[in-house]
């Protein structure tokens, strides 16, 4: 089945700083989407992209859709003590069954 | 306000006897989803709903079932918990046609 690349798998940076993080996989994706999960909390949608090449943002999030449909990165810029927790990427496949394909997840650690 | 919401937040059963985790929704999507998320671990689909259409994912154990008797309530029933099924459960809705899966709060499966 198709698979996403989630990289880094963690990451530790100071306040402040800004955050890049990335998936990609072999395959075509349709949507990419990217969520926020805090610790023990369900995930919370931050960002959702429909088109190739599509740049969205929310706030100090920036998130685009690759134009090889293949990849999406996630900024998120001056980083703020509540960005702490693990980001997740997920995409919706060609094959057009709604179901969602998770990558790994980046844990982001923020030192004050 | 809460839009999907599982109960409880916290379960604790006994190895082998059967447990029943709820999740109902305000957003009357049409698309519901469980979810098994262990430690350090992405999101992993056990099955969803399109209306009263069940769709089980090839590798879920046949100890996992779900019930959905209308269209704000789904149900996941654990037939018989082993340790391995210590997890949190996520539930999630979708409108059919678009990509963007809402995540409940998950419900904690402890299993002693």
């Known amino acids: 089945g198709q698979q996403l690349n989630q990289s880094p798998q963690s990451m530790f940076i100071q306040e402040g700083e800004d955050v890049s993080m990335n998936c990609t996989s072999s395959s075509i994706f349709n949507t990419w989407l990217w969520y926020k999960q805090d610790p023990g909390e369900g995930p919370v949608l931050l960002i959702a992209?429909?088109?190739?090449?599509e740049l969205t943002s929310n706030g100090r999030l920036t998130a685009q859709f690759g134009i090889t449909r293949k990849d999406s990165f996630l900024n998120i810029s001056a980083s703020i003590p509540s960005d702490v927790g693990i980001y997740f990427c997920?995409?919706?496949?060609?094959?057009?069954?709604?179901?969602?394909?998770f990558g790994q997840g980046t844990r982001l650690t923020i030192n004050p | 306000d809460a839009m999907v919401i599982q109960n409880p937040r916290y379960q604790v059963t006994q190895f082998g006897k059967p447990v029943t985790l709820s999740c109902s929704q305000t957003?009357?999507?049409?698309?519901m989803y469980w979810y098994q998320q262990k430690s350090s671990q992405a999101p992993k689909l056990l099955f969803h709903?399109?209306?009263?259409?069940?769709?089980n994912e090839a590798d879920t154990p046949d100890n996992f079932q779900s019930r959905r008797p209308n269209t704000s309530f789904c149900f996941l029933d654990i037939r018989s918990p082993g340790l391995g099924d210590a997890a949190m459960y996520l539930c999630?809705?979708?409108?059919?046609?678009?990509?963007?899966?809402?995540f409940g709060q998950g419900t904690r499966l402890t299993v002693v």
């Open positions: 709903y399109y209306d009263k259409d069940f769709n």
């Open positions: 997920a995409g919706q496949g060609i094959q057009g069954a709604q179901k969602l394909v």
């Open positions: 957003l009357n999507h049409n698309v």
């Open positions: 992209l429909y088109k190739a090449g």
């Open positions: 999630a809705t979708s409108l059919e046609g678009h990509t963007e899966a809402f």
